[in-house]
């Protein structure tokens, strides 16, 4: 799986790779099981750790399909909207480090 700078920057963690997948794809609604398969953490630490993630209301659940309940991103969480400030800021800096660093590559060609 390829590291965002968010996972570079805040360590290859559960949590971390949980929040990563969150914010983005942030939006959309994901039953436990798409989160634990996509973020790349074993079922057993998501549901270890998603009590935490729901009572401090990171994710909310939002619908149930059959069995399954689905939760999202709590975009109305101050710490959430913290997070994903942060998510884009460190894109924005990598985005912006990677066109300068090309930049000078192609100006020396």
């Known amino acids: 799986m390829e590291q965002t700078i968010f996972v570079k920057v805040f360590g290859y963690t559960p949590k971390v790779k949980i929040l990563n997948y969150l914010i ?12 634990a398969r996509n973020s790349n953490v074993g079922w057993a630490t ?43 800021k460190l894109l924005e800096q990598e985005t912006e480090n990677y066109f300068a660093k090309h930049a000078k590559l192609v100006a020396v060609a």
Do not use: C
């Not at 619908?63 to 998510?87: C, H, P, T």
């Open 24 to 35: 983005k794809y942030r939006g959309f609604d994901y039953s436990m099981s798409d989160i």
């Open 46 to 88: 998501l549901s270890r750790l998603w009590k935490e993630f729901v009572g401090l209301r990171i994710v909310i659940p939002t619908r149930e399909i059959g069995k399954a309940k689905l939760f999202k991103l709590n975009e109305e969480n101050e710490a959430v909207v913290r997070l994903i400030d942060v998510y884009k």
